[in-house]
């Protein structure tokens, strides 16, 4: 069973790029094409890209490993948290603060900081102190958990992240890439893919498009951790049991999981509006200009 189909890739506008003449054409071999001034994405080479990646954070997730998830461009805020909190995973959906992963040890300290405030907060510690004060602390509080919240509970550097816009994110991917630590990243055409270990070449602004991958990834770490659950109890179990009863029982999981899988599959695409094949050019054009219109209306806001 695919993980996800070529209608529901067509329905999120994942096939959206950029405008022409925002590019970057080391993302030449995923375009397939231009129509009224808007690159098209190879979406048979997306389709296969998923695949791999599905499987890689998969394999992962049943070896006990971690996902960050991280995006903080308005449209994709709802997204990582949601989806993150859904698997069990630690986001960054606010602001990406230098050193999150190089500096993993001063960030620990900030986070510890965080949790020591919340403790006085519930424990009616901030009421008692002078109102100045509990207001100052309250602040600082306020300020730790926008940013920090998401990795509260990241006691270590993450296995590999997944990113949505890697221009915005550039600098998590630096980081990443400084640890070796590999990138899953949803790639759009004014992307860098040299970069990332896992290329989805997919439309990074729209909102569909990014809650659909985000879903993707999602499931994967559900079914790694299916896996990962099905081997515990199968330890638990007692040792007599030899190679191909071990083997026997991983597969049962994994048929298990991808059962679930599809009918998880199944509820979404029922619930997907149908959509025509050919999407009017104009349509496409406010689609894939959908990051130049939220980067203006940010520089105006600043």
């Given at each position: 069973?695919?993980?996800?189909?070529?209608?529901?890739?067509?329905?999120?506008?994942?096939?959206?790029?950029?405008?022409?003449?925002?590019?970057?054409?080391?993302?030449?071999?995923?375009?397939?094409?231009?129509?009224?001034?808007?690159?098209?994405?190879?979406?048979?080479?997306?389709?296969?890209?998923?695949?791999?990646?599905?499987?890689?954070?998969?394999?992962?997730?049943?070896?006990?490993?971690?996902?960050?998830?991280?995006?903080?461009?308005?449209?994709?805020?709802?997204?990582?948290?949601?989806?993150a909190?859904?698997c069990?995973?630690?986001?960054?959906n606010?602001r990406?603060?230098?050193?999150?992963?190089?500096?993993?040890?001063?960030?620990?300290?900030?986070?510890?900081?965080?949790?020591?405030?919340?403790?006085?907060?519930?424990?009616?510690?901030?009421?008692?102190?002078?109102?100045?004060?509990?207001?100052?602390?309250?602040?600082?509080?306020?300020?730790?958990?926008?940013?920090?919240?998401?990795?509260?509970?990241?006691?270590r550097?993450?296995?590999?992240?997944?990113?949505?816009?890697?221009?915005?994110?550039?600098?998590?991917?630096?980081?990443?890439?400084?640890?070796?630590?590999?990138?899953?990243?949803?790639?759009?055409?004014?992307?860098?893919?040299?970069?990332?270990?896992?290329?989805?070449?997919?439309?990074?602004?729209?909102?569909?498009?990014?809650?659909?991958?985000?879903?993707?990834?999602?499931?994967?770490?559900?079914?790694?951790?299916?896996?990962?659950?099905?081997?515990?109890?199968?330890?638990?179990?007692?040792?007599?049991?030899d190679?191909?009863?071990?083997?026997?029982?991983?597969?049962?999981?994994?048929?298990?999981?991808?059962?679930?899988?599809?009918?998880?599959?199944?509820?979404?695409?029922?619930?997907?509006?149908?959509?025509?094949?050919?999407v009017?050019?104009?349509?496409?054009?406010?689609?894939?200009?959908?990051?130049?219109?939220?980067?203006?209306a940010?520089?105006?806001?600043?």
């Amino acid at each position: 069973m695919a993980v996800v189909t070529m209608k529901q890739l067509l329905e999120a506008g994942v096939h959206f790029g950029h405008q022409t003449r925002r590019w970057d054409p080391r993302m030449k071999r995923f375009i397939h094409g231009e129509r009224s001034g808007i690159y098209i994405i190879d979406l048979q080479q997306t389709l296969e890209r998923i695949e791999s990646s599905y499987t890689f954070i998969r394999d992962l997730a049943a070896d006990g490993g971690r996902v960050l998830f991280v995006g903080t461009k308005r449209q994709a805020q709802d997204a990582i948290r949601s989806y993150a909190e859904k698997c069990g995973m630690p986001y960054v959906n606010q602001r990406w603060l230098g050193g999150m992963l190089t500096n993993f040890q001063t960030i620990s300290k900030r986070v510890s900081k965080m949790q020591d405030y919340q403790r006085m907060r519930e424990s009616g510690e901030f009421e008692a102190m002078p109102k100045k004060e509990a207001l100052l602390l309250s602040r600082e509080l306020e300020k730790l958990e926008r940013n920090l919240v998401g990795i509260q509970h990241m006691e270590r550097l993450p296995d590999a992240i997944f990113v949505l816009d890697t221009v915005r994110e550039h600098i998590a991917v630096t980081e990443a890439n400084k640890l070796g630590i590999p990138v899953v990243a949803v790639v759009d055409t004014d992307c860098n893919p040299d970069m990332i270990q896992h290329v989805i070449p997919g439309n990074d602004d729209a909102i569909r498009s990014g809650r659909l991958l985000c879903r993707v990834v999602a499931d994967a770490v559900e079914e790694g951790r299916f896996i990962l659950n099905s081997r515990n109890v199968a330890a638990d179990d007692g040792p007599s049991l030899d190679a191909e009863d071990k083997a026997a029982a991983q597969e049962q999981a994994r048929n298990e999981a991808a059962s679930a899988a599809a009918e998880r599959e199944s509820r979404v695409a029922a619930t997907v509006e149908t959509l025509t094949e050919d999407v009017s050019p104009a349509e496409a054009e406010v689609s894939a200009g959908d990051a130049a219109v939220e980067t203006t209306a940010e520089e105006e806001q600043a």
